[in-house]
Structures are given as C-alpha cells and as structure tokens.
C-alpha cells in the first residue's frame, strides 16, 4: 500500500546541503502518478517545493530553482530531494506527496523537519 516514509532531514548551516528521501511504500498495487515535495514553515500554508511524474517532467517553486534537484528511482517508488546552497528561509517540515497515476487520489508522508541555521 501507499504509506510515504520520508528521511534525511537535519539541522545544517546557511549554504550547507541535504538530501531528502522519500520511499512510497511496500506492496503498491496501483500505479503512481507523481511524487512531490511540499514545506510548510510555522504560521505558513503548505506550498510545493518540486514534484516529478511518471514521464519525468518536472516542475520546482521559483525559490528553490538551480538549487534543488528532485529526482526519482526506476521503479518510482522512491523519490529525492537534493538540496544545495539552503538558506533560513528553507526551514520547513517537508513532506512527501505521492498521487495515483490519473487520479487525484494522494498520500503525505508525516514530515521531516529541515533547520537551516544562518
């Protein structure tokens, strides 16, 4: 079933990197859409951050453009986020979306909290 695991979050200084992980699930019997990331800092609504399909189209927030990299495994079952040159304004809880292939059916994982301190 579809139950996204996410891992990888931490406390890291203004510049430093991270890479996010999220994993789908086991025994998934249907097929998977897209994958995303979404953050949502205190007081603040959750907002997209990067996702990527099934086709590997993707599609990121203007504020993290040329630093961040979502990328995803063969089976797409797992999805990443690769985050270089963080800055405060990245701290966030990030969640990981997952969404049934032509549905609008989709799972969050319960977060994983990133603390970029300045």
């Known amino acids: 079933q579809i139950q996204p695991v996410e891992s990888g979050g931490g406390l890291v200084q203004s510049g430093g990197s991270l890479r996010l992980s999220c994993a789908a699930g086991?025994?998934?019997?249907?097929?998977?859409?897209?994958m995303g990331w979404y953050r949502q800092s205190p007081g603040e609504e959750r907002e997209l951050v990067a996702r990527?399909?099934?086709?590997?189209?993707?599609d990121y927030a203007d504020s993290v453009k040329g630093r961040f990299t979502i990328s995803r495994d063969k089976a797409f079952t797992g999805v990443y986020l690769q985050m270089n040159d963080l800055k405060p304004e990245d701290t966030a809880v990030y969640y990981c979306?997952?969404?049934?292939?032509?549905?609008?059916?989709?799972?969050w994982g319960e977060g994983t909290l990133v603390a970029v301190s300045s």
């Open positions: 979306n997952v969404r049934q292939y032509r549905s609008d059916v989709a799972y």
């Open positions: 086991s025994r998934i019997t249907v097929a998977i859409g897209e």
């Open positions: 990527i399909t099934i086709a590997r189209t993707t």
